[in-house]
């Protein structure tokens, strides 16, 4: 398995201001993916962060708002820009593991979350 | 990725089977049923995925249909440490699978004593 930590766990901030939340993976991994799950929703994924490369963001999310850093196989972050009291939810990574076998597949580990608001 | 559609809330007693069903009518053929559980406040968890065939693990069962357009998950003896949002998810498998994960708004399971 992989163990996932994020950094900070929670944080109240102002609106107008950014926040870069980290994310470890105790093992290197393939697959980065940064997710926001807003108050009694479902997780929404934002993005897919790539090592060596631009982060692959999904309809709705956009790298100015939401830029992402993944320099290494076991490290991510991801930035909420110009905040707003919009974007306050809980940002969660996770990581995927190769499992090989008869149904070969790719097991997804979530952090523990980070929990932001925005005044 | 297919859709999938699930009841938004089941209970089930303490002891008993929680069978959680979960419907992916537009599912195409190379891709995998996948079920994950987030406990409050807890990432989610992975619990079990499958193609076409039963599966079982130390967690779950998950029965898929024959025409793979519906499949159930089965808790076999539910405890209160099972209440939980459970995620029934379509998507790729395999080398060609992106390996992300969109999920539904999934069933609440409420195991009562």
């Known amino acids: 398995s992989a163990v996932i930590s994020q950094k900070p766990s929670r944080d109240i901030c102002q609106r107008g201001t950014s926040l870069t939340i980290q994310c470890q993976v105790d093992?290197?991994?393939?697959?980065m993916f940064w997710y926001r799950q807003q108050p009694g929703q479902s997780l929404t994924l934002i993005a897919t962060?790539?090592?060596?490369?631009?982060?692959?963001?999904e309809s709705g999310f956009v790298i100015d708002k939401f830029p992402i850093s993944r320099p290494n196989l076991t490290f991510s972050t991801l930035t909420v820009s110009n905040m707003s009291p919009e974007d306050s939810s809980i940002y969660l990574c996770?990581?995927?593991?190769?499992?090989?076998?008869?149904?070969?597949?790719?097991?997804?580990?979530f952090g523990p979350g980070t929990r932001l608001t925005v005044l | 990725d297919a859709k999938t559609t699930q009841p938004p809330s089941m209970d089930c007693a303490e002891g008993r089977a929680a069978n959680l069903p979960c419907n992916h009518s537009?599912?195409?053929?190379?891709?995998?049923v996948y079920w994950y559980r987030q406990i409050h406040s807890q990432g989610p968890q992975y619990i079990i995925h499958g193609l076409k065939n039963n599966e079982t693990n130390e967690m779950a069962s998950l029965i898929i249909t024959e025409d793979r357009k519906s499949s159930t998950l089965i808790l076999p003896h539910a405890t209160l440490r099972d209440t939980a949002v459970y995620y029934c998810i379509v998507r790729v498998g395999g080398p060609s699978g992106t390996g992300k994960l969109i999920f539904g708004q999934g069933t609440t399971l409420q195991v009562k004593p």
């Open positions: 537009t599912i195409s053929g190379n891709e995998y």
């Open positions: 093992s290197q991994v393939t697959m």
């Open positions: 996770s990581a995927g593991l190769r499992r090989e076998g008869p149904l070969s597949y790719n097991e997804q580990f």
């Open positions: 962060a790539n090592q060596g490369s631009e982060a692959t963001y």
